[in-house]
């Protein structure tokens, strides 16, 4: 995973999700609103495989986080 994967997928994700060009123009780094918009409004209804991998690492972390929960409440009522 690259740091520039990692941007583009930020990137496509805030497109998608209806983030404001100018906002997310300074985020990334663009000089223009026009060039954020022009990279990441084509990323339409396709996923990316690296936002395959983050969801998936996101999800197993929530896993991960809920047994640690569950073990010390479990230790705790004792």
Partial sequence: MTFH???RT???LM????????FTM???GHKTPGMTLGIYTDV???QH????????SCEARKRH???QIRLRTTVNAR
């Fill in 5 to 7: 994967s990692l941007r």
């Fill in 15 to 22: 497109a998608e999700n209806g983030a404001d060009a100018a």
């Fill in 26 to 28: 300074a985020q990334i």
């Fill in 44 to 46: 339409g209804n396709h």
């Fill in 49 to 56: 495989p690296l936002m395959n991998s983050l969801e998936a």
């Fill in 10 to 12: 930020y990137g496509s």
């Fill in 65 to 67: 986080i809920a047994a």
